[in-house]
Structure formats: C-alpha cells, structure tokens
C-alpha cells in the first residue's frame, strides 16, 4: 500500500492550494482518508477526512477554508486550501484507514503518505 501526496508548495497568506493524495494498493473508495499536519516543533495534528460514505470532518481551525473530497475513479483524494494563513504551514499527510473511528485520531489510521510541505507567506 502506497499513499503518494503532493501539491504542496509556497504561496501567499490569502492564496490556495490543492494537495491530492493518490493510493495504490488499495480502493481508496472503501477507506476513510484522513488529513494531517505537523508544523515545526508541534504535534501532528487533525485537519479534516473523508469517509467511505463522503462524510467529511474538519478541525475547527480550517472550517470554511478547506474541502475534503475523493474520486474514486482516480483512487485520489484531494485537500482544497483557500484563504491559507501563516499558521497553516506544515507538513501535509494523507493517511488511510479501514476502521471507523475517531476520524481526528492518528492512532486510527493504518496507512500514511510521506507528506508534503505546505508554506504560507504573510
């Protein structure tokens, strides 16, 4: 099982970004799909999911600014970023999971991608 992430990059406080995470090795279709980041110096943290059902979850943080979404036809899903702040810069992870709970809980997730780097200018 793979979990390749990428769109990352540098952009503006304001700008957007979409990050994809493609999956192989699995039916991304049928796994809840996570999103994490951990900035320097900080804990990993829970940015928002995507169920098996398109149920979508996000910390409060990101509400209104970020869209979870999947195509399964690609075995992708992806992290659309708007009104991106400084505060959002990290290191971006996707993560998969067959379970269902928590969907904001690390421990809950069974497979992870490398991450990608996502900075924010003021």
């Known amino acids: 099982v793979q979990l390749q992430a990428s769109g990352g990059g540098l952009v503006q406080a304001g700008g957007s970004l979409r990050l994809s995470c493609a999956a192989s090795?699995?039916?991304?279709?049928?796994?809840?799909m996570g999103w994490f980041r951990q900035a320097p110096g900080k804990e990993r943290e829970f940015v928002g999911a995507?169920?098996?059902?398109?149920?979508?979850y996000y910390t409060d943080s990101v509400k209104g600014r970020f869209t979870c979404s999947r195509s399964n036809l690609k075995n992708t899903v992806y992290l659309q970023m708007n009104s991106l702040k400084p505060e959002d810069t990290a290191v971006y992870y996707c993560?998969?999971?067959?379970?269902?709970?928590?969907?904001?809980?690390?421990?809950?997730?069974?497979?992870w991608g490398q991450g990608t780097q996502v900075t924010v200018s003021s």
């Open positions: 995507v169920r098996w059902n398109s149920a979508t």
């Open positions: 993560a998969a999971t067959s379970r269902i709970g928590s969907p904001s809980l690390p421990n809950e997730y069974k497979y």
């Open positions: 090795g699995i039916a991304a279709g049928n796994f809840n």
